[in-house]
């Protein structure tokens, strides 16, 4: 699909040297509509690609324009900082062979020298709203230029109340800019009034049912008498399977916190990850965590949204999620890009 777009030179070098040859099922679907300016809602299960779906399109255009422009001209809102960190690592990998510069903006990081980012007029921004709009308000950036809005896990963003934010960022930008938005899911209760407010006559793109079970993810149950019962259970399977990685979820940041000081307790190589934590100490957790050196990560559903990590083998809900949707981004975190994985829950009489 790609040699036939006959993309940049500088983009394709940048996917050679990626090793990206072979196009998934939504980027074979996002790119050519994306290329065509219109507004698009994308919807398709956690890792199938969306990232790259919305980058090579982005890049491309922006590659394609004449002369330099004041302000940035693409950028993607992200709810999280780890998303962020994400998004802004293939970004970069795509930027390689090109002039065009990407930073990122997110909480938890000085002010001030987020301002001399904006002073250095990079070409894409990847930001989280709340941050994103303090700049806006203080005038540190002009997104009066803008040409492509993107709202990576919209629906995320909805959940975690961004949905302010969003809007207000929205008239700083200019009115003729493109808008992807993109989800997990189309069937979040406020995207469709966000999706009226934001984007002109879009055009849909899903890939597979929102509510569909992942094809490579076997999902389990476990029961469990109590919360003790529901411990040994966990430690036991942890200490004689092995798992390369395994993420832990609770419902309460309380029971990430106890879960993790108990499996330090029984030796495992564990850490807990939260929404309190500094964005130093959550980086550090992540990196940990991708590197091989923690095989266990206890979180809540806040504290792992945006986290993508390679072998994911196993996803345990300690407890089970609130909303068919938090199950679906739970389970979401293993079986990406096709390997496989495995999604197990503990049930005990009060769940």
């Known amino acids: 699909m790609l040699e036939q777009l006959e993309l940049d030179r500088r983009l394709q070098l940048a996917l050679d040297a990626l090793a990206f040859t072979q196009t998934t099922e939504i980027?074979?679907?996002?790119?050519?509509?994306?290329?065509?300016?219109?507004?698009?809602?994308?919807?398709?299960?956690?890792?199938?690609?969306?990232?790259?779906?919305?980058?090579?399109?982005?890049?491309?255009?922006?590659?394609?324009?004449?002369?330099?422009?004041?302000?940035?001209?693409?950028?993607?809102?992200?709810?999280?900082?780890?998303?962020?960190?994400?998004?802004?690592?293939?970004?970069?990998?795509?930027?390689?062979?090109?002039?065009?510069?990407?930073?990122?903006?997110?909480?938890?990081?000085?002010?001030?020298?987020?301002?001399?980012?904006?002073?250095?007029?990079?070409?894409?921004?990847?930001?989280?709203?709340?941050?994103?709009?303090?700049?806006?308000?203080?005038?540190?950036?002009?997104?009066?230029?803008?040409?492509?809005?993107?709202?990576?896990?919209?629906?995320?963003?909805?959940?975690?109340?961004?949905?302010?934010?969003?809007?207000?960022?929205?008239?700083?930008?200019?009115?003729?800019?493109?808008?992807?938005?993109?989800?997990?899911?189309?069937?979040?209760r406020d995207l469709g009034a966000m999706s009226k407010a934001l984007l002109q006559t879009p055009e849909t793109i899903a890939v597979g049912e929102s509510r569909q079970p992942h094809s490579s993810i076997a999902h389990q149950v476990m029961l469990a008498d109590s919360q003790e019962h529901k411990d040994k259970l966990l430690i036991a399977l942890l200490q004689k399977e092995g798992y390369r990685r395994t993420l832990v979820f609770g419902n309460k940041r309380s029971t990430a916190v106890r879960l993790a000081g108990l499996l330090k307790y029984n030796k495992l190589r564990c850490a807990c990850l939260h929404g309190e934590m500094s964005t130093e100490d959550r980086r550090h957790v992540v990196s940990q965590f991708n590197e091989g050196k923690i095989t266990v990560l206890c979180a809540r559903d806040v504290g792992a949204r945006g986290i993508v990590v390679k072998d994911v083998v196993l996803g345990f809900s300690f407890a089970l999620p609130h909303s068919g949707d938090v199950c679906l981004r739970r389970t979401g975190r293993t079986g990406r890009a096709g390997a496989s994985g495995l999604a197990l829950s503990v049930v005990a009489a009060s769940d």
Do not use: W
Request: glycine share 8%; net charge positive.
């Open 27 to 188: 980027q074979d679907k996002v790119i050519p509509a994306a290329l065509t300016g219109r507004d698009l809602m994308v919807s398709a299960e956690t890792g199938s690609g969306k990232t790259l779906a919305y980058l090579v399109p982005m890049v491309q255009r922006l590659l394609c324009q004449e002369g330099p422009l004041d302000g940035p001209q693409g950028l993607i809102l992200v709810p999280t900082r780890e998303l962020a960190r994400q998004v802004l690592k293939n970004c970069r990998a795509l930027l390689a062979k090109t002039p065009l510069q990407v930073y990122g903006i997110t909480g938890g990081a000085d002010f001030r020298y987020q301002q001399s980012l904006f002073r250095k007029n990079p070409e894409i921004v990847v930001a989280t709203p709340g941050r994103l709009l303090e700049h806006c308000e203080r005038k540190s950036v002009d997104l009066g230029t803008l040409q492509v809005l993107v709202l990576d896990e919209a629906d995320r963003m909805l959940d975690m109340g961004f949905r302010d934010d969003v809007m207000k960022i929205n008239e700083y930008c200019a009115p003729t800019r493109q808008v992807v938005m993109v989800s997990a899911t189309l069937r979040q």
